[in-house]
């Protein structure tokens, strides 16, 4: 098992920057990849970023290129998403994720879900 608790949303105006973490607790986080998603009221939950389990590789959906950066630091069992330009189209509440580095796109691909941060963005 694997536990994972995200934290640093908030309300932010656009242009604006955020930083979430999210700590993970249980078995050896640096075996795991480990994504961000995202769900807006009334829409599906959507990929955002993912990162590979060593850190040298990382995925991004094309709506937050240029803008969101992931990272990891496997001695304090953290991942981070640096969120800058926020856009009120990024308000959502923002998951973090455990895999196995399969599938690392989709929902399907993860086996651990944290219980998710809001992000407010206003314009």
């Known amino acids: 098992q694997v536990q994972l608790v995200e934290s640093g949303g908030g309300l932010v105006q656009a242009g604006g920057s955020l930083r979430l973490s999210c700590a993970a607790s249980?078995?050896?986080?640096?075996?795991?990849?480990m994504g961000w998603f995202r769900q807006a009221p009334g829409k599906e939950r959507e990929f955002v970023v993912a990162?590979?389990?060593?850190?040298?590789?990382?995925y991004y959906a094309d709506s937050v290129k240029g803008r969101f950066t992931i990272s990891r630091d496997n001695a304090k069992n953290t991942v981070y998403l640096q969120m800058n330009s926020l856009k009120p189209e990024d308000t959502a509440v923002y998951y973090c994720?455990?895999?196995?580095?399969?599938?690392?796109?989709?929902?399907?691909?993860?086996?651990?879900w944290g219980q998710g941060t809001q992000v407010t963005v206003s314009s």
């Open positions: 990162i590979n389990w060593s850190g040298g590789s990382t």
């Open positions: 994720a455990a895999g196995g580095g399969y599938h690392i796109r989709e929902s399907d691909g993860y086996d651990y």
């Open positions: 249980g078995r050896t986080f640096s075996v795991y990849a």
